[in-house]
C-alpha cells in the first residue's frame, strides 16, 4: 500500500491489484478498511483488493499485468516465492521484489527481474517506474525475454526432468545403514512425539495450531512453542499456553528472524524420539501423529526421526513468518 501510494503521488498512473488471503473474512474486511483509511481518497478507488485467487487462474492475472504494461511486486519480508516468480515470469509478467530469502538465486537485476531492499518503499517505487516508463519499453521487453528464457532452460518440465536424472546417476550405490544397537539418547523419550512451533507475532492464529496438535489421536506428545521475540502479546499466549497444558513448553528467544533458527532452538530441548515442525499458521490432520509413527515403525534408536507433512495454511499473513 505504501509503494502505491508513493507511486501515485509522484504522478504515476498505475492501478493495483492487492492479492492475499488472512485468517477470517472479518478479520479480512477489517483489514482491507485499515489499509484503505491509510490512503488519502482520491487515491483509494485506485487499489482493488482480490482475497483468494485460484491457483489454476494466477496466469490469467499475470497475463493481464503484462498486457496492461504493468507487472508483479513481492513484498516478502523474510522469504521468496519461487514457484509465484516462476510463474509470473513464464506468463511474460516482469517481476520486482524485495531482495530475500533466495530471491537472487531467481532474479537477477537488471537482467530477469528488479530487487529493492526489503522495506525500501522509495526503491522499489523507483523500480516500478522504470519499468512502467513508455520510453524504457525495449529494456522491459529485453528483461521479459531474458526472464522467460531462464524459466524454459532451468525450470521447464523436461529441463528439471534431466537434472533430476543426472542427479540420481552421479549418486554412489546406497547401503542401508545398520540400526543402532545403543540406548536412546540421554532425555529422548522412545515413542514420544514433539511438536516444534515457531512464532513470532501471531497471537491471532497460534492457538488453533497448537490445538490442532492437542486433537491428536496420538497422546503421546509434547510441545514445544518457541517465541522468536514477538513484541504483541504473543509472548504472554504462550505462556498462558504453557500453564493451561502440561504437555506444553513455551521457549522465548532473543528475535532473530529466521524461523529455521527458532526451530533449531526447540530442537535442541525436544524430548521425542519423533520430531514433527509445524509453522503457528499451519494445522495437521487429527491421524497425523498415528499414521506416521506407523509408518516409520521399527525400533527406538538413538536419534531424533523427523516427521514431514504438508499441513492446511491459514495462507500467508501480513506479519510474523511468512509461508
Known amino acids: 500500500m505504501k509503494i502505491g501510494e508513493t507511486l501515485l503521488r509522484s504522478g504515476t498512473e ?6 492475499g488471503d488472512a485468517y477470517s473474512n472479518q478479520e479480512y474486511a477489517a483489514y ?12 483509494r478507488n ?13 496466469p490469467d492475472v499475470y497475463s493481464l499485468a503484462a498486457n496492461s504494461g504493468g507487472c508483479l511486486v513481492s513484498t516478502s519480508l523474510y522469504e521468496s516465492a519461487p514457484m509465484t516468480f516462476i510463474e509470473a515470469m513464464a506468463s511474460l509478467c516482469p517481476v520486482i521484489s524485495s531482495n530475500v530469502g533466495g530471491v537472487g538465486e531467481m532474479l537477477s537485476e537488471g537482467v530477469t527481474g528488479c530487487l529493492y531492499n526489503s522495506g525500501d518503499v522509495e526503491s522499489a517505487a523507483l523500480k516500478i517506474s522504470g519499468l512502467l516508463d513508455p520510453e524504457q519499453v525495449e529494456t522491459r521487453r529485453t528483461l521479459v525475454e531474458r ?3 531462464v524459466v524454459a ?8 526432468a534431466r537434472k533430476y536424472v543426472d542427479l540420481l546417476e552421479s549418486l554412489p550405490a546406497y547401503s542401508p545403514p545398520a540400526i543402532p544397537s545403543e540406548p536412546a539418547a540421554s532425555g529422548m523419550i522412545p515413542g514420544l512425539v514433539s511438536t516444534i512451533i515457531p512464532v513470532y507475532n501471531r497471537a491471532g492464529l497460534l492457538r488453533e495450531a497448537v490445538d490442532s496438535v492437542l486433537a491428536q489421536t496420538c497422546r503421546n506428545i509434547e510441545i514445544v512453542i518457541v517465541d522468536d521475540g514477538s513484541t504483541d502479546e504473543t509472548a504472554v499466549l504462550c505462556d498462558q499456553l504453557a500453564r493451561e497444558h502440561e504437555v506444553i513448553r513455551a521457549l522465548h528467544i532473543p ?3 529466521r524461523a529455521g533458527l527458532a526451530r533449531e532452538a526447540g530442537r535442541r530441548v525436544a524430548r521425542g524420539e519423533y520430531i514433527q515442525y509445524l509453522d503457528s499458521d499451519d494445522l495437521i490432520m487429527p491421524e497425523k501423529f498415528t499414521k506416521m509413527v506407523a509408518a516409520l515403525g521399527g525400533e527406538s534408536g538413538s536419534r531424533h526421526r523427523i516427521l514431514l507433512h504438508k499441513a ?12
Open 14 to 19: 498505475v492501478r493495483l491489484l492487492v492479492a
Open 32 to 43: 482491507k478498511q485499515k489499509l484503505l483509511d491509510a490512503v488519502p481518497e482520491p487515491w
Open 46 to 58: 485506485r487499489f482493488t483488493f482480490c482475497q483468494c485467487v485460484p491457483h489454476h487462474q494466477m
Open 147 to 149: 526472464a522467460c528464457a
Open 153 to 160: 532452460s532451468r525450470h521447464a518440465p523436461g529441463a528439471v
Open 255 to 257: 528475535h532473530r528472524g
Open 312 to 323: 492446511l495454511s491459514h495462507g500467508n499473513q501480513a506479519s510474523g513468518y511468512a509461508g
